[in-house]
């Protein structure tokens, strides 16, 4: 039983990493036009506050036989730190001091989380304060990938949703998940069996609209990049509404006589 714990958690560590580095492709476009663009980072410091909690969580002296959970999301913190930097630096002036903002937030309620289960809990209390903290977010992460799925049922087309960042969703989420049993641990095992059904989820729609090009949905989303969620769908359709908007007002001159 040990052996297989810890072969899902080293699995579950390879395929958590495919899934952190994943963005890479969105980042290189990002430093290349040397601008954010449409793109957000909420997805990014969320990600980053799950895997600090999650890595809070996996310690020795908060959580046993969790050392794995850890590793990855300590890994995963670090990497989602660069992809926030990143944005800072390329954001527009007014998205920068609301994404700092956000990341103050952030860090302050990893910061309190910490604090409270170190300094104010002790053993069992520590760790179930410390596991809801870390399954609350590991669920909300898992969960950016619905606005994708309403997207490619709307437009029949799975453009917007890569099948490998969906396939390790799913094995990611079902690694962790087997490994959360295995260890006898609902906060590692609840999060992750949500992520590995909706990442079973994008796999069937994947199939059901593989050989849809979707080349209505070009016309009607004109959506740059969908890596787990992080395009400004609503910002998009409003700039069309607009765009609409101001055809229908550029009325000609002959048109108003």
């Avoid at 309403?150 to 989420?173: A, D, H």
Wanted: charged residues 15%.
């Amino acid at each position: 039983m040990e052996i297989a714990h810890f072969l899902f958690g080293v699995f579950g560590n390879v395929t958590a990493l495919f899934l952190f580095l994943a963005p890479t492709i969105t980042f290189r476009r990002i430093i290349r036009s040397k601008s954010t663009e449409l793109f957000s980072g909420i997805p990014y410091v969320m990600t980053m506050l799950n895997c600090l909690l999650s890595a809070w969580y996996g310690m020795p002296f908060v959580s046993k036989n969790n050392l794995l959970v850890s590793t990855i999301n300590g890994t995963g913190a670090v990497i989602e730190m660069v992809y926030v930097l990143t944005f800072i630096i390329y954001a527009t002036k007014k998205d920068r001091v609301k994404f700092i903002g956000l990341l103050t937030l952030v860090l302050t309620t990893f910061g309190g989380v910490a604090f409270v289960s170190l300094v104010l809990l002790h053993g069992k209390s520590r760790e179930i304060f410390s596991g809801f903290a870390a399954a609350i977010f590991s669920i909300i992460m898992y969960g950016s990938p619905l606005s994708i799925m309403r997207t490619v049922i709307k437009t029949k087309s799975v453009e917007f949703m890569p099948f490998f960042l969906s396939l390790f969703v799913f094995l990611c989420g079902t690694s962790w998940f087997v490994f959360g049993l295995l260890g006898a641990d609902l906060f590692v095992a609840v999060p992750n069996g949500v992520g590995c059904g909706l990442g079973a989820l994008q796999l069937i729609l994947y199939f059901i609209y593989r050989n849809n090009k979707g080349g209505e949905a070009k016309k009607s989303i004109p959506v740059h990049s969908m890596q787990m969620g992080i395009a400004k769908l609503h910002q998009q359709k409003k700039q069309l509404d607009a765009d609409k908007v101001s055809s229908v007002n550029k009325v000609s001159p002959v048109d108003k006589v």
